[in-house]
């Protein structure tokens, strides 16, 4: 086993660890990703007691911010960490040059193809399938933050107020970022190893010490003055985020190896097993799958906290909400009896970023064209695609049984937990039948595993979609606006005739 070296040539970065890579039989790059997180960690507890920003100046706190945040990069990636400096400088020349009016176009072009030719260049060229540690999963963070700054500086810069929706004014950017600024946003230790992406003005008030300045209003403001007398701790979140990050990563290093995803494509499994039971064993395997994406995420949003970043108010009993950049919520995942509930509870902030990059701003299919863009920018492996392609028609399916189904299921409670029950077990199939071809990377393994499920999901949500109606066809952006307009001075209309008939009644 020792022979193949395959954790040795898989990491690019520092060989410090090796003895612990050895003793913990785990890939050298994957024991120094879980070191430098415990690193920043302790780092983020030292940065907002040392460096708090009522004794500290922005300035320092983003130039130390991103040493640290280049020097994790340099020990996990090595020299590959640089490319995080190229994709972020080219970005910013972009900015600088181009103007505001098509910036974020350009950058969005730009940053999207960088990480696609390094994602083409580590898959097809390094080490393909390989569950390691790689230098492009920064990557992906960053042309998230580049493409959402780009898109925030043009809505506040080139766009007039009253063309902005509500999220777009709060996010808007009014001034250009200096270049410290920028690189502290993309590269700080916080973020640069796992994310999750945030919006700049969010993470500029965190910096300076004013979270939510920009989105509270005047009377929310007010009512908040608590925050500026007594800042609330994050110790406790913490605690809980960091204990729950390494429940899952024992959960995930105990079953992972007991329900292997590639039985689902192997052939006596398929030939003697009875349907039901693939289906059974299906959901376990990919069951089993999460817990290392919950470790990951729990852990990366700890360490934001530990700094005093991702203060997101206060409930209404008084308690600090600390979610502002939560990347999931897993009891709502595991739960979810719906495949829009399960997106939008997987994987947060990307699917705030899609969300405002591209669906809010794509004219025409803006679902279609938003799983494009996850697919592009998840990367190169062929199954990503068929996933996010798998995942366009189910959840047209999904959406037009929600309109249609579940209204008779609404009058009793009985009723509804039937509905609730049957459309749980449903998702999560859909899921995990969507989700495969993501875990085994290539075509064959996913068509292999379709074939033997006869395509019966595409063709079921493809016969689903077609024949039960939807309330609303996707309109064109100005399409839509116009309707809505007209909907409302029909509105406006029609209560004005009524109150002027009661007021002749009256009379």
Known sequence: MADDGAPSTACTGSSLLQPLSELTDLPLDQVNFVVCQLCALISAFWFRLFLHPSKTSPVIRHAVATLLGLYFAMFCFGWYALHFLVQSGLAYGIMILTGVAHMHKYCLVVALTYLSLCQIT????????????????????????????????????ARKEEHLTAG?????????????????????????????TCSYNDYISFIEGDPRCHRDSKDERKSSSKLRQSEPSPNMEVAHKVTTSFFCLLVFLSVCKVFPVERNIDDDFIANTPFYAQVVYLYLSMLTTRPKYY????????????AGFGFNGYDSDGSARWDLISNLRILKIEFA????????????????????????????????ATFILSAMWHGAYPGYYLT?????????????????????FLHSSTHKLVYDVITWAATQIAICYTVIPFVLLSVGPSMKFYGSWYFSLHI????????????????PLKDQQKSTVQESLQHHLEATDRTCSQKEKTT
């Open 122 to 157: 580590r898959v097809y060229v390094f080490d393909y399938g390989m569950y390691t540690a790689d230098f492009t999963g920064p990557m992906m963070v960053i042309t998230q933050k580049i493409t959402s700054l780009a898109f925030e500086i043009h809505d506040g810069m």
């Open 168 to 196: 777009q004014k709060i996010l808007a950017i009014r001034r250009m970022p200096s270049l410290l600024e920028y690189f502290s946003y993309n590269c700080n230790f916080m973020g640069i190893l796992a994310g999750p």
């Open 295 to 306: 470790f990951v995420w729990t852990l990366a949003d700890a360490i934001n906290n530990a």
């Open 337 to 368: 009896t719906s495949f829009k509930v399960f997106l939008d509870n997987w994987n947060i902030q990307t699917a705030h970023w899609l969300k405002r990059v591209c669906y809010e701003r794509c004219p025409y299919h803006p679902t279609a």
């Open 388 to 408: 996010f392609l798998t995942g366009i028609v189910i959840t047209l399916a999904a959406r037009a049984v929600r309109h249609n189904v579940r209204p008779y």
């Open 460 to 475: 079921g949500c493809i016969l689903v979609a077609f024949l039960l109606p939807v309330k609303r066809r996707n309109l």
